[in-house]
């Protein structure tokens, strides 16, 4: 594969010299697939528009030879984005970032991340993660991801808004053991979630296969059918009920992007104050302005979405010793919490 500052022929778009931004080869089993279609699940934050624009300038290779967007991507193809430019420097500087350090010997770290702080670098992104404070306070860590979005150390993420625990690999031999862990579902992770509405049973689990939404490419969503996506299941617990909303645990046995926000959306119980599956806006309660003003001053008080990482258990994978973890929420997810007490309290006298 060429290195980013590698030069391809140019011949083909016209242009002098053109720089490789993606390569990708299609398996020996690919079924014939339109290239947009290919593209789209492969290129982050890409859209089929974007692609087709791409393609219509010559920016599109299969096997070298340009094509256009309805190109059919068949088997062992080689697929490659081009642009006039070079790639974005993709070196992680060191950034003294604080981190909240729960435990640390020679081969992993676990860390209680904050709340609004991005796992990695990636699209709008680039400085400013847990990635470029961990290569602040560790100088070396191993990386098992790709070329073109380096993440080392990680071998799982919790979105930007989501608090909690976190493990980090400091060597190579603790990322492929805690990799296999994280695949064989050989861990134990635990969420504490507030969702909308009065959750009816106790507990239960949501089977659904999870993959990109089909309208809107930044959301994951559920296909119960199992026809698109990936297999994912996650059992759920009520903790306290506040009759609008439900603050509840969940269980992953599987760790799709979005799961939780994702399965629960689809339970119909999105999580509070969740911007991106429809949780900021307020879906149960009165029309009373009083209590639109008490779910405005939540929304102010924790501006994301009411998900928190509370409990992780794994093996350390050279001293073969079982580690657990937990984490209490943060300050903004407690408040909100007691603001709901209160206030059911408030309603029962």
Not at 1 to 28: C, N, T, V
Not at 113 to 130: C, D, E, F, I, R
Not at 181 to 189: A, E, G, I, K, V
Not at 216 to 244: C, I, S, W
């Amino acid at each position: 594969m060429m290195e980013d500052d590698e030069l391809l022929d140019g011949e083909d778009s016209g242009q002098d010299e053109l720089y490789e931004h993606h390569r990708f080869k299609a398996d020996k089993g690919q079924q014939p697939l339109r290239i947009d279609k290919f593209l789209m699940d492969r290129v982050a934050n890409a859209t089929r528009n974007k692609i087709q624009v791409a393609a219509k300038a010559g920016n599109v290779l299969v096997n070298g030879t340009a094509v256009k967007q309805n190109y059919r991507v068949k088997a062992n193809d080689e697929i490659t984005i081009v642009m006039a430019h070079p790639p974005r420097d993709r070196t992680i500087i060191p950034e003294n970032i604080p981190l909240d350090i729960v435990f640390e010997d020679e081969d992993v770290v676990v860390v209680n991340k904050q709340a609004n702080l991005v796992v990695h670098p990636g699209h709008g992104n680039y400085s400013g993660t847990l990635v470029n404070a961990l290569m602040y306070h560790f100088n070396s860590l191993p990386d098992m991801g790709r070329e073109e979005e380096p993440r080392p150390g990680l071998v799982h993420r919790l979105d930007k808004g989501t608090s909690g625990i976190m493990v980090v690999a400091k060597t190579e031999l603790a990322m492929v053991g805690l990799a296999k862990q994280f695949f064989d579902r050989s861990t134990d992770r635990l969420y504490e979630a507030l969702v909308w509405g009065d959750v009816v049973e106790e507990s239960g689990t949501i089977v659904g296969h999870i993959g990109r939404s089909l309208k809107n490419r930044l959301q994951m969503d559920v296909f119960p059918d199992g026809d698109q996506g990936k297999h994912a299941v996650t059992h759920y617990r009520v903790l306290e009920r506040f009759g609008y909303v439900t603050l509840v645990e969940c269980k992953l046995e599987t760790g799709r992007t979005h799961q939780i926000r994702a399965h629960m959306r689809y339970l119909g119980h999105p999580l509070f104050n969740d911007e991106r599956y429809g949780g900021d806006t307020i879906l149960k309660g009165t029309t009373f302005t009083k209590y639109k003003q008490f779910i405005q001053n939540c929304f102010e008080i924790m501006p994301r979405p009411a998900l928190h990482a509370k409990y992780l258990a794994f093996t350390q994978p050279v001293t073969k010793q079982r580690l657990q973890f937990s984490a209490l929420p943060p300050s903004d997810m407690n408040t909100v919490l007691e603001k709901w007490r209160v206030y059911t309290a408030s309603r029962k006298e």
